[in-house]
């Protein structure tokens, strides 16, 4: 059961575009909503999380937008770069318990100079 | 500061081979997590660990894969027997209680 579901599966943007990353979630529980970035031959590291008590959160270039009652959240990359060139994971965790993260799929990002 | 420790980096065995991969999780760091990455299911959590003890193992493919954590400071995934079906990128993790996530750079296993 797929509970973070992820698009586009790849994307290909011009430098200096905006890059737009989308997850759905279905688990009303889960209660924090990281971004991971992943370069190649290396492991994931957090880019960016957010929390569903506010509707957007920006660092840099970097923007998480939250919709609580659709249940989906976005990453938008303003002004891409040719280093954003990565794979992005969105992930999402519960509160319940001992709870871990749920990895979309990922998103293969390209950014053409 | 170092960061989550793998070895080995890559992994080329033979069907039906034991694969013992090793993870040295950040010093103070109190869960650890084994993930394993395909293209076609993507980040896959395959057992937790919290203080040593396994607190969630429904991840675990099938009775070829065991993971113990006999010390804070060490962690091994197991299978055997190993196939081809479990060719895949293996990732270990670890975290401050339920903080961030920092990953280690994976091992890659090709089972021919």
């Known amino acids: 059961q797929q509970q973070v579901k992820q698009s586009p599966q790849s994307l290909i943007v011009q430098k200096g575009g905006i890059s737009i990353i989308n997850c759905a979630y279905e688990?009303?529980?889960?209660?924090?909503f990281p971004w991971y970035q992943q370069f190649p031959g290396k492991g994931p590291a957090l880019l960016i999380a957010?929390?569903?008590?506010?509707s957007e959160k920006k660092e840099g270039r970097f923007t998480i937008s939250f919709n609580k009652s659709a249940k989906q959240f976005s990453l938008h990359i303003m002004d891409s770069q040719p280093g954003d060139s990565a794979t992005y994971f969105c992930a999402a965790r519960s509160r319940s318990g001992y709870s871990t993260l749920t990895f979309g799929k990922g998103t293969m990002l390209l950014v053409s100079p | 500061d170092a960061g989550v420790i793998q070895s080995p980096r890559h992994e080329v065995t033979e069907m039906g081979q034991e694969v013992t991969l090793r993870c040295k999780p950040i010093?103070?760091?109190?869960?650890l997590f084994w993930y394993r990455q395909t293209m076609m299911r993507g980040l896959e959590l395959l057992i937790y660990?919290?203080?040593?003890?396994?607190?969630?193992d429904s991840g675990m493919p099938e009775d070829r894969f065991s993971a113990k954590m006999p010390n804070a400071s060490f962690s091994t995934l197991k299978i055997q027997p190993s196939e081809p079906r479990d060719s895949a990128v293996y990732f270990c993790?670890?975290?401050?209680?339920?903080?961030?996530?920092?990953f280690g750079e994976g091992s890659r296993l090709t089972v021919l």
């Open positions: 688990n009303t529980a889960f209660d924090y």
């Open positions: 010093s103070g760091h109190n869960s």
């Open positions: 993790a670890s975290s401050l209680s339920v903080g961030e996530l920092f």
């Open positions: 957010i929390r569903p008590d506010v």
């Open positions: 660990f919290n203080n040593n003890v396994p607190i969630d």
